[in-house]
């Protein structure tokens, strides 16, 4: 099931992936654009989209954290410095 999105019943968003949110976030947003639905339904995908936008940016977030603690301590003293 590869490349797909199960919507039949979506998970919580604060369980998903980077990849799994994002991959959903194009769906809703390319189903939005298309003018498919009913206006309930709309509402509804949009406000999933929300939490699934914010979601990514929290991951976002803590990842560059960790690459920036990886950059910092890179930078910090080395054994040379020691002596």
Avoid: H, N, W
């Amino acid at each position: 099931m590869s490349g797909m999105v199960d919507t039949s019943t979506p998970k919580p968003v604060d369980t998903l992936s980077f990849e799994d949110a994002l991959a959903e976030l194009e769906t809703i947003v390319k189903k939005l654009e298309a003018g498919q639905g009913r206006l309930d339904q709309a509402v509804s995908d949009y406000d999933r989209g929300a939490q699934l936008r914010r979601r990514c940016e929290q991951l976002l977030a803590e990842a560059e954290q960790k690459v920036q603690a990886i950059v910092d301590g890179a930078a910090g003293p080395s054994l040379r410095d020691a002596g």
